[in-house]
């Protein structure tokens, strides 16, 4: 089965399932640099490197591994993050809230705003950073604006089809995240806008929205 999501102008996007959790990991590349994110090396490291060299052929010339980004500290989205960083040395970015959880040197500290990449680089596309308290204290979802689509939101397990993440049945941390995915989500993107969660299928803004009232009011 293909892992290409998008092939947009200056980009594509792959997605792979890995683990008996189905955990997603998606691969940005950049058609002109050849630069790639990769969000959340969650396990199976071998089916991650294939990923990458698949990504890679989607560039115009050689392709780089210019960031890991790591959607929030549980363990199951960071299990093939150390031999990911051994293999190539690529820096990693993490929420400032999480960064103690992660079990490798974060090398980007994010905070609600930031825009990737930092200063002095050129991918030849951009990412948001927009901060999800709540399934942690420092999740964070990474939006990318293509000029050619619509907004996709990599929401990592702050929100899926169906509602948002889990807050274990913590009546603040729900309150929190739903006030964050309502603000900083529903509010600020359009409702064509693809959301890529941490697990399972996508949904958009749109289909989701009609049921903000339903997921407040249930509590989960």
Same mark, same amino acid.
């Given at each position: 089965m293909s892992s290409l999501l998008h092939d947009l102008d200056d980009v594509t996007v792959r997605r792979i399932a890995v683990s008996s959790m189905d955990n997603n990991v998606y691969l940005i590349t950049a058609k002109q640099s050849g630069e790639q994110v990769l969000i959340d090396a969650a396990d199976d490291l071998p089916a991650i490197q294939a990923l990458l060299a698949a990504g890679a052929a989607d560039a115009s010339g050689p392709a780089r591994l210019a960031l890991i980004a790591t959607t929030h500290q549980h363990w199951d989205h960071v299990r093939a993050l150390e031999g990911l960083v051994?293999?190539?040395?690529? $820096?990693?970015?993490?929420g400032r809230q999480d960064v103690a959880g992660i079990p490798v040197g974060v090398d980007v500290v994010l905070d609600h705003g930031d825009v990737l990449p930092e200063a002095g680089a050129d991918w030849g596309f951009t990412l948001t950073a927009v901060h999800l308290r709540g399934h942690t204290p420092g999740s964070?979802?990474?939006?990318?604006? $293509?000029k050619d689509a619509p907004p996709l939101i990599f929401s990592g397990d702050s929100l899926f089809p169906g509602g948002v993440g889990n807050t274990q049945n913590d009546a603040d941390r729900f309150s929190l995240l739903y006030a964050d995915v309502v603000g900083r989500l529903f509010n600020a993107y359009p409702d064509d806008a693809e959301v890529h969660p941490g697990h399972g299928r996508p949904t958009t803004l749109g289909a989701e929205r009609p049921h903000l009232a339903e997921w407040r009011d249930r509590g989960w």
């Amino acid at each position: 089965m293909s892992s290409l999501l998008h092939d947009l102008d200056d980009v594509t996007v792959r997605r792979i399932a890995v683990s008996s959790m189905d955990n997603n990991v998606y691969l940005i590349t950049a058609k002109q640099s050849g630069e790639q994110v990769l969000i959340d090396a969650a396990d199976d490291l071998p089916a991650i490197q294939a990923l990458l060299a698949a990504g890679a052929a989607d560039a115009s010339g050689p392709a780089r591994l210019a960031l890991i980004a790591t959607t929030h500290q549980h363990w199951d989205h960071v299990r093939a993050l150390e031999g990911l960083v051994a293999a190539t040395h690529a $820096p990693v970015a993490a929420g400032r809230q999480d960064v103690a959880g992660i079990p490798v040197g974060v090398d980007v500290v994010l905070d609600h705003g930031d825009v990737l990449p930092e200063a002095g680089a050129d991918w030849g596309f951009t990412l948001t950073a927009v901060h999800l308290r709540g399934h942690t204290p420092g999740s964070i979802a990474y939006v990318l604006e $293509p000029k050619d689509a619509p907004p996709l939101i990599f929401s990592g397990d702050s929100l899926f089809p169906g509602g948002v993440g889990n807050t274990q049945n913590d009546a603040d941390r729900f309150s929190l995240l739903y006030a964050d995915v309502v603000g900083r989500l529903f509010n600020a993107y359009p409702d064509d806008a693809e959301v890529h969660p941490g697990h399972g299928r996508p949904t958009t803004l749109g289909a989701e929205r009609p049921h903000l009232a339903e997921w407040r009011d249930r509590g989960w």
